[in-house]
């Protein structure tokens, strides 16, 4: 970042320009003080060099004042550090990738992916906030723990697949109790969950709402979203003959249970029937659970009108001692 701290003495630089029009001026209309009868005798006579340098006095007078107006302004160059400190917010993300998400019902994706799109673009819009990711089907397991290193968080969101058949079911309970294990140690000022699910507690061996006490006993917050649209939904399966098939399959969903673990936190339910509501569901998550950040930017400066400073005193004495010496004019 470059500035001058007293900008408003460059408007003496025109000055120099009235020096350089009056020198121009000066010198049209000079008179030879010495007259001769014939000049035919110097005809072939090459000018000194002090004829031909005669204007180089000047020029440096016009130079130096230039130098010395800037040297004055006080030319500055400075570099900025920003110092941010932040109330943070601690943000476990609960992903349901038990195979009913396979269920298209938010075409022309399934709800696996359209719920892994809008998580990524919501750890995109985190600044100062730890995230961590955890999976769970009929088992719950840490995908990414709690990290400021947005891009690993996102890497792990897009590496998440739906369980396998051996390891199907929806495991609630189980994992928001790894996530309030996550958190129970933080010492952020907000410690938040939000878990994402399509179905209800079916394996585990922790109780969802027993769960959801023991966050509200840690001040842990727990938002849940229910996604997916009511009754028949659209899911595929692959025949052997026509390829990819779809039949019409209802997925078993209960709001209640959510709404219990959240309102026993002092959080909120949400049903997402649509990729734009979904969408719509973490954005207002997003502005609720805000970290404080407060900033400070501290700007150092390095000086530069020595620089300019020493070569118009230099410039102001070399002219002094040419016109003093070579370019001396009679009286």
């Not at 038990?98 to 269920?103: D, G, L, Q, Y």
Request: proline fraction near 5%.
């Amino acid at each position: 970042m470059f500035r001058f701290l007293y900008p408003t003495i460059l408007f003496l630089l025109v000055i120099p320009l009235f020096m350089a029009f009056w020198q121009f001026r000066r010198a049209k209309k000079r008179q030879g003080s010495v007259r001769f009868s014939s000049l035919l005798f110097l005809k072939g006579v090459e000018s000194s060099y002090r004829a031909r340098f005669r204007h180089v006095v000047p020029l440096l007078r016009i130079i130096a004042v230039i130098l010395a107006i800037l040297a004055l302004a006080r030319p500055q160059t400075g570099s900025s550090r920003e110092e941010l400190s932040s109330n943070g917010v601690d943000i476990l993300l609960l992903m349901d990738i038990s195979t009913s998400m396979r269920a298209e019902d938010f075409k022309p994706d399934n709800r696996l992916a359209v719920i892994k799109n809008v998580i990524e673009k919501f750890i995109s819009g985190r600044k100062s906030d730890r995230l961590g990711v955890i999976a769970f089907a009929g088992t719950a397991f840490t995908m990414c723990p709690l990290t400021l290193d947005y891009d690993l968080a996102v890497s792990a969101v897009r590496a998440l697949d739906f369980a396998p058949p051996e390891e199907d079911g929806t495991a609630i309970g189980n994992a928001v109790a790894m996530a309030i294990n996550r958190l129970r140690d933080s010492k952020a000022k907000s410690r938040v969950i939000i878990l994402a699910t399509d179905g209800d507690n079916n394996k585990g061996e922790i109780d969802p709402g027993t769960a959801s006490k023991a966050a509200a006993a840690l001040g842990i917050k727990i938002y849940t979203v229910g996604v997916g649209k009511e009754g028949p939904v659209p899911y595929p399966f692959d025949h052997p003959f026509f390829g990819r098939q779809y039949q019409m399959v209802e997925i078993p969903f209960k709001e209640e249970p959510l709404r219990e673990i959240s309102g026993n936190t002092g959080a909120l339910f949400f049903r997402a029937k649509n990729p734009k509501m979904l969408k719509e569901i973490y954005e207002k998550i997003d502005k609720m659970e805000k970290s404080e950040v407060r900033s400070q930017i501290f700007t150092s400066y390095t000086e530069w009108y020595q620089f300019l400073l020493v070569p118009a005193l230099i410039l102001l004495f070399l002219e002094i001692i040419l016109a003093t010496t070579l370019f001396r004019r009679l009286p």
